[in-house]
Structures are given as C-alpha cells and as structure tokens.
C-alpha cells in the first residue's frame, strides 16, 4: 500500500498527501477484509479525475478527488471504524524484534 499510495499522489499532483491516499486504500482493504468491495467505487472516482485532468478540468485532482469521495459517502465509509492490519490468510505475522525492527510487528501483505 505505500507504494500504491506514492504513486496515487504522484498522479493526483498532490505529494504531501500520499499517507492520505494510503488511508484511503487501507480503508478500501478493511471493506474488502469484511466482504463489502469498495475497490470498483474507488477506482471509478480516481478514473473520472484522471480524466478531468487530461481535459484541464482539474486543477487540482487530489481536492477534486477528495469532494467527490465525500459527495458520494465513500469518503468516511472508507475512513471510519477502527485501524487494523489485513494479512493473507494462513500468514502470520513476524515475531518482535524481526525484520520490522524491535517492538515492531510485521503482516505480509498480497
């Protein structure tokens, strides 16, 4: 996801909000985890400001991108409800002080 999210902000002109757009993708994550696909709706938002982008519309694509989101609910539908990490089933996380660092737990993700 953080990759995913550098790259979203990199597209949508917007750095200083890439741990924003990963919230997002993390929220859509967390949906998918509990069997509600909000991945299709996210991805259809994203489309039509990557488009208003080619024809000049927006000036500002990660504000465009975020009213929207917000105009259609999936805003805090992705953002609320409690953090927690997502992992492949069968995948365990990594024990303390492993390749994450001490005190810190890792979750493979796919």
């Known amino acids: 996801m953080g990759r995913t999210?550098?790259?979203?902000?990199?597209?949508?002109?917007?750095?200083?909000?890439?741990?924003?757009?990963?919230?997002l993708l993390w929220g859509?994550?967390?949906?998918?985890?509990?069997g509600?696909?909000?991945?299709?709706?996210?991805?259809?938002?994203?489309e039509?400001?990557?488009?208003?982008?080619q024809e000049g519309f927006a000036k500002k694509p990660g504000a465009l991108l975020i009213a929207r989101l917000r105009e259609s609910g999936l805003w805090a539908l992705?953002?609320?409800g409690p953090q927690y990490r997502v992992a492949e089933p069968g995948v365990r996380p990594a024990r303390?002080?492993?390749?994450?660092?001490?005190?810190r737990r890792n979750v493979a993700l796919w």
């Open 5 to 23: 999210g550098e790259l979203l902000a990199r597209a949508l002109r917007d750095p200083g909000s890439v741990n924003l757009y990963r919230a």
């Open 28 to 34: 859509a994550l967390r949906r998918k985890d509990r």
């Open 36 to 46: 509600e696909d909000r991945f299709e709706a996210l991805w259809n938002a994203l």
């Open 48 to 53: 039509r400001v990557l488009t208003d982008l």
């Open 78 to 80: 992705l953002l609320e």
């Open 96 to 103: 303390r002080g492993g390749p994450g660092g001490p005190g």
